[in-house]
């Protein structure tokens, strides 16, 4: 089993930033994709950013120059730095991490962008 926990949400105003962690813990020994989707009310999950072992990232276009995903292999842990918030930004993110072809959920944590 992989348990995965995400911080770092919260409310802050159009033009701010924030800054998600998700620590991935259990029985792991790799983890291909680490990454984050987002939800808002009425929407479907979406892809923001991903993070793939070799290192390479993809990002959804709506946040592309906006955010950075980032991973510690060695702390199991993602972050995704968001600058530059607008109000469409807001959502619950979700954490996801692939680990041999299984997904993994986070619970969620909730991102407000006022305007």
């Known amino acids: 089993q992989v348990q995965l926990v995400e911080s770092g949400g919260g409310l802050v105003q159009a033009g701010g930033s924030l800054r998600l962690s998700c620590v991935a813990s259990?029985?792991?020994?790799?983890?291909?994709?680490m990454g984050w989707y987002r939800q808002a009310p009425g929407k479907q999950r979406e892809l923001v950013a991903r993070?793939?072992?070799?290192?390479?990232?993809n990002y959804a276009d709506s946040v592309k120059g906006r955010f950075t995903i980032s991973r510690d292999n060695a702390k199991k842990t993602v972050y995704l730095q968001m600058n530059s918030l607008k109000p469409e930004d807001t959502a619950v993110y979700y954490c996801?991490?692939?680990?041999?072809?299984?997904?993994?959920w986070g619970q969620g944590t909730q991102v407000t962008v006022s305007s």
């Open positions: 259990g029985s792991i020994f790799s983890i291909n994709v």
């Open positions: 996801n991490a692939d680990v041999f072809g299984v997904d993994y």
């Open positions: 993070s793939f072992s070799a290192g390479f990232t």
